[in-house]
């Protein structure tokens, strides 16, 4: 027996949903018109009959009040201006991008230095870089090379970025963390 998905995938974060026009089933709401006049609390048939003498909707902006405040407007221009704040948002916002770099205890001093150097752009662009060595089989038992193989990086790479997390075992990988700064 197979589960069936619901069919409205646009609706997983979206934020509260608002009642509108005849969605609304309470006997009274606190109404507010389209010019920003309170007209305290009125039957809904009349708030009703009132947005639509305006040609606009009814639209219940805060459900929880008692009794509900409901405002006449015009739903599809709010529905889109919403959408467009929320976008500019998302475009205000500051991706923080990490970047993960894997070596191993064995890890020759060339490509030690190769990776060190990626890290340097990395950490100017303004990234945070994260070093990771991996131990396998009988390498976890000497995990003093791994620290001190991220020492040496950070110590390398300390006047362009300062360290988050400093060389830390967890399982069978060491990871440290480092913040570019300025």
């Given amino acids: 027996m197979r589960k069936r998905r619901s069919k409205n995938y646009s609706r997983v974060n979206k934020g509260p ?12 709401v606190r109404l507010i018109d ?17 947005a639509e003498d305006a040609e606009l909707d009814l639209v219940e902006v805060a459900p929880n009040a008692k009794p509900p405040v409901c405002r006449i407007m015009d739903y599809g221009k709010f529905a889109y201006e919403k959408t467009k704040r929320e976008r500019e948002a998302r475009k205000q916002q500051k991706q923080i991008e990490i970047k993960t770099l ?8 060339f490509h030690r230095d190769v990776y ?17 060595v991996r131990f396998k089989a009988r390498e976890i038992t000497y995990p003093e090379i791994g ?19 400093a060389p830390k075992l967890e399982g069978w990988s060491m990871t440290l963390l480092l913040n570019p700064t300025g």
């Fill in 147 to 165: 620290q001190k193989t991220l020492e040496d990086i950070a110590e390398e790479l300390g006047e362009i970025s300062e360290v988050e997390q």
């Fill in 116 to 132: 060190v150097n990626k890290a340097k752009k990395w950490l100017v662009e303004g990234k945070k870089v994260k070093f990771q």
């Fill in 17 to 28: 949903e608002y009642r509108v026009n005849r969605r609304i089933r309470v006997r009274e």
């Fill in 102 to 109: 894997r070596l191993t205890p064995r890890t020759s001093d």
């Fill in 34 to 50: 389209h010019n920003g006049t309170n007209h305290g609390v009125v039957p809904t048939n009349q708030a009703l009959q009132m």
